[in-house]
């Protein structure tokens, strides 16, 4: 066939309330970030628990979660800490 086969099981459905997630409010990040929230208190249940990973950490993710699940405000994260990367001590890109 020149391939294998692989299944691996579907996972138990996430329950936020047994899990202990703390919340990233958005006052938590920096000011020049938090303007890309604007409306917004504070990160979602995914979103908190990758925001490390996202916005703190040069390294791949692999984000899969269901439509509406919060994964392209974790995508602005990691492009937030990429602007980051950039800026000078005055706040502007250079």
Known sequence: KGYE??????SPPFDPSTTSVKYVYINELPKWAQVAFKG???????????HNAAFGRSQNLL?????G?????????????LIGQ???AAGGIG
């Open 69 to 81: 699940a919060g994964k392209t405000n974790i995508a602005l994260l990691t492009i937030l800490r």
């Open 5 to 10: 086969r692989v299944d691996v099981p579907a």
């Open 40 to 50: 917004t208190e504070k990160l979602n249940t995914i979103q908190s628990i990758v």
């Open 86 to 88: 950039h800026m000078d």
């Open 63 to 67: 984000i899969c979660a269901p439509t």
